[in-house]
C-alpha cells in the first residue's frame, strides 16, 4: 500500500491533479481498478498537503450488478457514496444493438458520471485508469488509427467545467490486483457481455508476447510519451 501511495501522489504532484478545496467524485465501478483508486485516494486525503473531499460514484448501467458490498466499503472508508441508476445497456446492446459497444458505453458512462459529480458539488471526477490502460490505448491508436495519441493524466472538460484526473497512471495492473486482494476490496464480478472479446484485449496479449522479449516495455512507452510523445503527458 505504501508503494502505490507513493506512485499515486507522484502522479498527482508530476500533474498537479489536485488543489486545495476539490472535491473529487470518484468513478467506482465495481472492479479492482477503481476500488484501489478509493482505496488510495482515501488514504491520501489524510496527509496530502492540499486538502480535499471525496464522493465515490457508480454508474449502475442496468447489467444487475449489486452495489451493496461498495456501499459498506464506503462507510468503512468514511466517504460519501451515490448510485446512479441510467438505462445505458437498453440503449447500447437492446436498442441501438452496437456491434462494437464499448465506445458508445464509455461515452454514455462519461456523461453520467459528469452530471453526478456536478450534481454533487465535485469540480474533478477521478478514474481508475492504470499504467496498463495507458500503454494499452497508446498502442490501438497506433495500430487501429494510425497516430500517437492517448488519453491525458488530467483533461479538463470546458463543456461541463469538470477536469478529470487518472492518479493510478504509474501503477501497474498487477499492483493494483495484488493490492485488491490483500486488502480483499469486494470487487465485483464482470457483468458485460462484450466483456472479454475486444481489441484492447488483443492489444493486452499482444504486450504479454512482446514484453517476454523486451520485458521493460511499458516503462519504455511511458517514458516515449512524457518526453514529447504525446503532448499532454510531457512534465513541466
Known sequence: MQRLLGLVRKAVDNYKMISDGDVLAVGVSGGKDSLVTLTALAS???FYPKRFGLHAVSIDAGFGLDYSAVSEYCAVLGVKYTVVKTDIKEIVFDIRKEKHPCSLCAKLRRGAINDAARSLGCNK??????????????LM???????????????HLDRSGITVIRPLIYCDEWRCSKLAR????????????????TKREETKELIRELRERFPELKERILTAMQRGGVPDWRIE
Do not use: I, M, Q
Open 141 to 155: 491508436s497506433l495500430f487501429y488509427e494510425g497516430r500517437v495519441s492517448c488519453f491525458s493524466p488530467v483533461t
Open 44 to 46: 491520501l486525503a489524510k
Open 125 to 138: 471526477v477521478a478514474y481508475g485508469h492504470h499504467l496498463d490502460d495507458a500503454v494499452e490505448t497508446f
Open 182 to 197: 490483500e486488502l480483499g476490496l469486494p470487487v465485483a464480478e464482470k457483468v458485460c457481455p462484450a466483456d472479454g472479446n
